[in-house]
């Protein structure tokens, strides 16, 4: 039996409307003054009814998938009192892995990333591309090609696998870039939708305001292994914590680097939260035996191995 357990939480684009439905009102409703007194808004019905248009605005987007995805671990742990040796989440996803690894509690998490969502939104515009069977040293050529000729961003954001990398900047280079890389024999290149481009250098202002909110949060040291989206490290210092939250609005998702280091525990991986999407890069990255608490079957087929 595999022993060790890596639970990762996902990030911007798991959202759905109603995927709290599943939840039983008694898990909800325990915690539903931590989840009143953290925001200005009903998310419980935000999610349950919308509008989709409003779920999807970055600001509203990040706390719902925490809330979900924290539900979904609240209910991991009731139900197979297990113990994590690994948390680590895609983007929003470190939130809800710091959340999980108890660090910092709801009501502050809701708030934190509620303000996060806030001050991406105030951002330049901008777009972000996935750019699907394409070596990563010729996505940054084109990038930094596109980037020099109009002196604007275009740079990798998410390196989710050697098959899957997003970029991010300023609508006009990232679309030159892609120009580029289909010149360079790049098929799939899709526009991804997206209220924000989010991990580059258009985010150095909301990076800049969002250090001086996350350096007035309370955190403590992760009770779980915890690795981050920055550098790929584990890390456990408060102030390191601080640092790489704020240096992650900007820089890219090292996503393949982080599931290299979970492929050498030969564990159990379980995606925590809505949908997938964790589980299908996790696969692409050579990760073995994966669950994700989204599947109809997940609880059966965890037991069986537990």
């Avoid at 930094?144 to 604007?152: T, Y």
Wanted: aromatic share 8%; glycine share 4%; proline share 4%.
């Amino acid at each position: 039996m595999p022993r060790h357990i890596t639970i990762a939480f996902p990030g911007q684009g798991s959202q759905f409307l109603g995927m709290l439905n599943h939840f039983q009102d008694e898990l909800i409703e325990n915690l539903k003054s931590d989840i009143s007194n953290s925001l200005d808004f009903n998310i419980i019905d935000l999610i349950k009814y919308g509008p989709d248009e409003k779920l999807n605005k970055t600001s509203f987007t990040q706390p719902a998938i925490l809330l979900a995805s924290y539900l979904e671990y609240k209910l991991l742990k009731e139900r197979l009192n297990i113990q994590p040796d690994l948390v680590c989440g895609h983007s929003l996803g470190e939130y809800s892995a710091l959340l999980a690894a108890e660090s910092f509690n709801l009501n502050d998490a809701l708030n934190i990333v509620h303000k996060r969502g806030s001050l991406m939104e105030k951002s330049p515009p901008g777009s972000m591309y996935a750019i699907l069977n394409t070596e990563l040293d010729v996505i940054r050529e084109c990038c930094l090609r596109a980037s020099s000729e109009l002196n604007k961003i275009s740079s990798p954001a998410n390196i989710n696998s050697k098959k899957q990398v997003v970029i991010s900047g300023h609508t006009e280079s990232v679309e030159l870039s892609v120009k580029y890389l289909k010149e360079r024999g790049s098929r799939k290149c899709i526009k991804l939708n997206v209220s924000v481009a989010s991990h580059c250098e258009l985010m150095n202002e909301a990076a800049s305001s969002f250090e001086e909110v996350i350096d007035k949060l309370t955190i403590t040291n992760p009770k779980y292994n915890f690795l981050n989206n920055y550098d790929a490290c584990f890390i456990n210092e408060i102030s390191d914590i601080k640092e790489k939250l704020v240096k992650q609005l900007t820089s890219p998702v090292q996503w393949v680097n982080i599931m290299e280091l979970v492929k050498k525990r030969e564990g159990i991986f379980i995606e925590c939260g809505p949908k997938n999407v964790l589980s299908g890069l996790a696969k692409a990255n050579g990760v073995d035996n994966i669950y994700s608490t989204s599947s109809e079957n997940f609880y059966d087929e965890i037991k069986k191995i537990l």
